[in-house]
């Protein structure tokens, strides 16, 4: 690895609790010899006096664009309260607007003076009265607003902080490590995000006790967010940069894995869609045979089979882990304000800023499963002429894409179909395939070939073991949105000369069998739906064929 790619994602050294992580932060003899040596140089640079047209340090801006409000105020605090930033420090008791001026103030002085950081973290800990809820609170706040902007040596500092606010325990340093989770843009492999990544996991893995013992659910996430950057990761090969980082990634998530399954289970159904991806990784193949032959490895009590993960609904909140803030706010507006037949423009732009570069479609698949199960419109909105979430989504499949990324694209807007329980589910999550299905006949008739199709190919070879529980699911489906009025009938489907006459028989058979299982229930008769372990790993090549 050359010095360049080893500088790009090399880790910090370790460190003990209140010395700095980064070069950033200096050691305390370090520190006094430059105090000694260095008269204290302004924190904020200032255009004629006037503190509000200052120099920013924290972000790059042109000469055209506006400032931003939120930046303004940190350094306008900075500049007012500069002589108290420099020991020794006042030991008056602030007022309530003075010590919201002096969290700002020290926060900018943290990411602008590296060299002074210790001084100001200390000062920090020396003022707080309210476990540092409202520092955190601007952290996130920047982090969610600016971190694009942000210049490198801010990034640094920015992390650099966050390793203290979790060495504390801060109030809220769990949302803090989801806002930076969020700024990780999947399919990109730039430096600056594959840094970001780098940082993020070395954090997780470093912090594991803090974290366990404080905010276990976090850990969750961060689980989550590795496994679905790991499948990019794991089709790159021949890059040093990568090579080190995904190492990283594989082995934080095979400990959470094999150390807190408990755990991991939280995350519900998407956790094995996941884990799919990435069953040609050694270390996860094996971690697939003990889930099929060996659950017990696991040492969960009750936990026999994969279909008790089948059963559990995954949150949404895992499924906005995995878009950045700008990414999530442009779907909104584009969900909740444009109209049918308006929307072209907006879908140009929201191409040219997230899916310009062929490798970013793979964030495809996290959009579509963001659209399904994290935004569920309101009726007003069903009711308008909005954009309905189905015809988003016939955009999307229209994409330029990949073979892998298509299928788990298509695996995304399915999947809650395979094992749809109403007492669970919500028929929010499966109204947008089935409209898109029924809506695109017939002028997008292939879109209706080509999802009906994959729909049948999940019944037949998604799990072969235990097919009786997807086919149940998927009746479960149907009958919902039929009662419900999702669709009013099916008729559009079996009756439509453009469909392909196999799935039209295959729809029909299928139809057939739920009108007889639904008969069967009212009748109170149990239908046979043991679950098989079996015997046998599926192949590598039905895994990849989805």
């Known amino acids: ?57 924290l972000i790059q801006r042109s000469t055209h664009e506006a400032e931003n409000p939120f930046e303004v105020t940190l350094r306008e605090a900075c500049c007012f309260l500069e002589p108290k930033l420099r020991p020794p420090f006042p030991l008056t008791i602030p ?23 210790n001084v100001h973290i200390k000062h920090l800990h020396g003022v707080i009265t309210d476990g540092y809820e409202y520092f955190t609170s601007l952290l996130v706040k920047l982090v969610n607003e600016l971190y694009g902007k942000l210049v490198d040596s801010v990034k640094k500092q920015l992390i650099w902080v966050t390793h203290e606010m979790v060495n504390v325990s801060a109030i809220g340093f769990d949302g803090l490590l989801v806002a930076l989770l969020r700024q990780i843009v999947g399919g990109d492999f730039g430096e600056e995000n594959l840094w970001l990544c780098f940082e993020m996991v070395n ?22 967010v590795f496994l679905r950057l790991l499948a990019d990761h794991c089709r790159v090969l021949n890059i040093p940069k990568i090579e080190s980082l995904r ?98 423009r907006y879908q140009v732009w929201f191409t040219k800023k997230f899916l310009s570069l062929p490798e970013r479609n793979a964030v495809l698949i996290d959009i579509v499963r963001f659209i399904c199960c994290a935004h569920h419109p309101s009726n007003d909105v069903i009711q308008s002429d909005i954009i309905p979430r189905w015809a988003v989504l ?89 009662r419900k009025g999702v669709v009013p009938s099916l008729d559009v ?26 008969s069967a229930e009212f009748q109170n008769t149990k239908i046979p739906c043991d679950v098989v372990v079996p015997s046998v790993f599926p192949s590598q090549e039905s895994q990849t064929s989805l």
């Open 1 to 57: 690895m050359n010095q360049e790619v080893t500088n790009a994602v090399s880790p910090p050294a370790s460190h003990r609790r209140g010395q700095s992580k980064l070069s950033g932060g200096p050691s305390s003899s370090q520190l006094s010899t430059n105090n000694r040596l260095q008269q204290p140089q302004p924190l904020a640079t200032t255009v004629g006096g006037n503190p509000t047209t200052m120099v920013s340090k």
């Open 95 to 117: 007022t309530p607007e003075e010590y919201s001026n002096l969290n700002r103030a020290i926060l900018y002085g943290i990411l602008s003076e590296p060299h002074l950081a």
């Open 203 to 224: 954090l997780f893995s470093g912090k594991w006790v803090n974290l366990l013992e404080e905010k276990p659910l976090v850990l969750t996430g961060a689980l989550y």
């Open 247 to 344: 190492k990283m990634e594989i082995d934080f998530c095979v400990r959470m894995l094999r150390e807190n399954f408990s755990l991991c289970l939280r995350i519900g159904r998407d956790l094995l869609r996941l884990l799919q991806d990435l069953a040609h990784v050694p270390e996860f193949r094996a971690i697939w045979k003990d889930l099929l032959c060996n659950p017990s490895a696991f040492r969960i009590d009750g936990f026999v089979d994969i279909s008790h993960i089948y059963n559990t609904r995954t949150s949404r909140w895992y499924f906005s882990l995995r878009l950045t803030p700008e990414m999530e706010s442009q779907l909104r507006f584009l969900l909740t304000d444009v109209k049918f037949g308006s929307q072209n």
């Open 394 to 482: 016939g955009w999307l499949l229209r994409s330029n894409m990949k073979n892998h990324v298509e299928a788990n694209l298509k695996l995304a807007l399915f999947y809650d179909w395979l094992f749809f329980d109403e007492k669970v589910d919500n028929i929010m999550n499966i109204e947008p395939a089935a409209l898109l299905m029924v809506r695109s006949i017939p002028k997008y008739i292939d879109i209706t070939n080509s999802l009906l199709e994959f729909l049948f190919i999940l019944l037949d070879n998604y799990d072969v073991e235990r097919k009786e529980i997807l086919l149940r699911g998927l009746n479960t489906a149907f009958r919902a949105l039929l």
């Open 493 to 518: 489907l079996t009756s439509c000369d453009m469909l392909s006459p196999i799935l039209k028989e295959r729809l029909e058979k299928l139809l057939s069998d739920m009108q007889f299982e639904h």
